[in-house]
């Protein structure tokens, strides 16, 4: 951070901030702290490109104080990957949870298909199956995991099946349209 003064005000009161200062030579003219800016006029934040300038005081014709600070711009490539491998982590996880639930949906009702004497009481476990299944589809959903219209088309197989499972058994007739 760098200050700006300018000479009418500071240069007369303080002699080291004085434009000329001694040195082994005798008189030398130079600046004595380089990140002193010493100006006789404010011109507000155009006076210097690539900085941001702010006036601690009104800006008049005695002198103006303001603050240069420079401000380093974030390596945004870095942080975009970062972010994607947060963002690829986290959804290939929800991506694995909900196959995962799939799949053993999908096993219950294979298995209570092949059943020889099952009873409509045996698709309750399977319901509560699919129940966390639509659930974890559709936090996946919301969260941008998964787009709607794929989310919709994993719960409709889902109960597409389920169906299947019930027509087979004669515990769903389908109501004929007239």
Known sequence: MA???????????????????LSSTGLKSANAFPSLKL???FSGP???????????????????????AVSKKPDSAAKRARQAEKRRIY???????????????????????????????????????IAEAYSSIDKAVKVGT????????????????KKAVEIHHGWYKPAMVA
């Open 39 to 41: 100006s006789n006029s």
């Open 146 to 161: 998964l787009h709607r219209n794929t989310g919709g088309h994993r719960k409709s197989r889902l109960s597409r099946r």
């Open 91 to 129: 959804n290939r996880s929800h991506k694995s949870e909900i196959k995962s639930r799939m799949r053993k949906v999908f096993e219950a009702l294979g298995k209570l298909k092949k059943a020889t004497a099952p009873s409509p009481e045996d698709l309750i476990p399977i319901e509560k199956l």
């Open 46 to 68: 155009s006076l210097f490109s690539g900085f941001s300038v702010r006036p601690l005081a009104m800006p008049s014709r005695r002198s103006a104080v303001s603050v240069v």
């Open 3 to 21: 200050l700006c003064y300018s000479t009418s005000s500071l240069a007369l009161f303080h002699p080291i901030l004085n434009r000329q200062h």
